[in-house]
């Protein structure tokens, strides 16, 4: 059965440092892996996908970074924001019937 | 274009009641979803289908039901309230199969979600 397991649960960092998320899954059978974001309240934004064939993708100061054999993933946001406080979740596509594994959710603060 | 539109925000139910939960979206999806969110255990999936006439179970189906009679709605059923169905409620959409691996750049739309209280 596939898990997903996001460490650490919180972040609190000072605003401009540079930081890395990470997400662990135990089945590497996957079609892709996704990075979302939640604020308080509210749904999931999509922000970034990546391909089971692709190493890493980028948007703006995001990059997402996977590597199938050991199971890991990572985001990195690069020069942070106050406005990048959210919860950032991972999910893995482990089939193409429309399932997708939710890693538990980093939430991340960071202060001016 | 409204996206996801979840209703209601807010319910309070009291156990053994039955209500539900309406999810719509106006993008012509053929993929939707039920999540359900708890501290600590991140998004699990209830229900899901594959287009209108076709559901199937996720994660944790039991206590709940689903139909989809037609593409744009999907509503999800609680058929007897219990306690541990207190929970936070998502529904997504997206054209291709979540998990997909066919085609990058398939977004997923989610509502913003439906606070249930089961007491």
């Known amino acids: 059965k596939q898990e997903v397991t996001q460490i650490p649960a919180a972040l609190s960092v000072p605003e401009g440092e540079n930081l890395v998320l990470n997400c662990s899954f135990t089945?590497?059978?996957?079609?892709?892996l996704q990075w979302f974001r939640q604020d308080p309240g509210k749904g999931l934004t999509s922000l970034l996908l990546?391909?089971?064939?692709?190493r890493e993708q980028t948007s703006g100061r995001l990059n997402a970074s996977l590597d199938k054999s050991s199971g890991r993933s990572t985001l990195y946001i690069a020069a942070s924001q106050p406005g990048d406080s959210a919860t950032y979740l991972c999910?893995?596509?482990?089939?193409?019937?429309?399932?997708?594994?939710f890693g538990q959710g980093t939430t991340l603060q960071v202060k001016p | 274009n409204a996206g996801v539109t979840q209703t209601p925000k807010f319910q309070v139910l009291k156990t053994g009641q039955s209500m539900t939960l309406q999810c719509a979206q106006d993008?012509?999806?053929?993929?939707m979803s039920w999540y359900r969110q708890d501290p600590g255990m991140g998004l699990r999936l209830i229900h899901y289908?594959?287009?209108?006439?076709?559901?199937d179970q996720g994660e944790v189906p039991n206590g709940y039901n689903v139909s989809r009679s037609t593409t744009e709605d999907f509503p999800l059923r609680l058929l007897s309230a219990a306690p541990s169905q207190t929970s936070v409620y998502f529904c997504?959409?997206?054209?291709?199969?979540?998990?997909?691996?066919?085609?990058?750049?398939?977004?997923?739309?989610f509502g913003e979600g439906s606070w249930l209280t089961v007491v």
């Open positions: 993008m012509n999806h053929e993929y």
């Open positions: 089945d590497s059978a996957i079609y892709n």
């Open positions: 997504a959409s997206s054209f291709q199969p979540p998990s997909s691996g066919v085609m990058s750049g398939n977004t997923i739309y």
């Open positions: 990546i391909q089971s064939s692709q």
């Open positions: 999910a893995v596509g482990s089939s193409n019937t429309g399932k997708l594994i």
């Open positions: 289908s594959v287009g209108a006439g076709i559901t």
